[in-house]
């Protein structure tokens, strides 16, 4: 059974900081790309962040470049999102996901794996 599991959600003020984790478990994710995706109240799900699998390309949003910083440990088959001076349109749930590079960069579909979602509330 394959788990993504993210934590690190949370109720921040509006210029703070904020550090996801998703934890990935069940099987090995050698060669996959992981990402981040966010669904605000009312919209739908968007890309955040991606990162390959050895970490040497990474890719953002418009919107949250220069603020976010993906990265991973693929010993810990775990994947981060560092969250700087967050705002209230930060505010949504973040999904970690796994999958092809196609998928999650090229086409912004999202991958094979999902987690449940970690709650991240900016306010002002």
């Known amino acids: 059974q394959v788990q993504l599991v993210e934590s690190g959600g949370g109720l921040v003020q509006v210029g703070g900081s904020l550090r996801l984790s998703c934890a990935a478990s069940?099987?090995?994710?050698?060669?996959?790309?992981m990402g981040w995706f966010r669904q605000a109240p009312g919209k739908e799900r968007e890309f955040v962040a991606a990162?390959?699998?050895?970490?040497?390309?990474?890719y953002y949003a418009d919107s949250v470049k220069g603020r976010f910083t993906i990265s991973r440990d693929n010993a810990k088959n775990t994947v981060y999102l560092q969250m700087n001076s967050l705002k209230p349109e930060d505010t949504g749930v973040y999904y970690c996901?796994?999958?092809?590079?196609?998928?999650?960069?090229?086409?912004?579909?999202?991958?094979?794996?999902w987690g449940q979602g970690t709650q991240v509330t900016v306010s002002s």
């Open positions: 990162i390959t699998w050895y970490g040497s390309s990474t």
């Open positions: 996901t796994a999958g092809p590079a196609t998928n999650i960069i090229l086409h912004k579909r999202g991958g094979d794996y």
């Open positions: 069940g099987r090995t994710f050698s060669g996959y790309t």
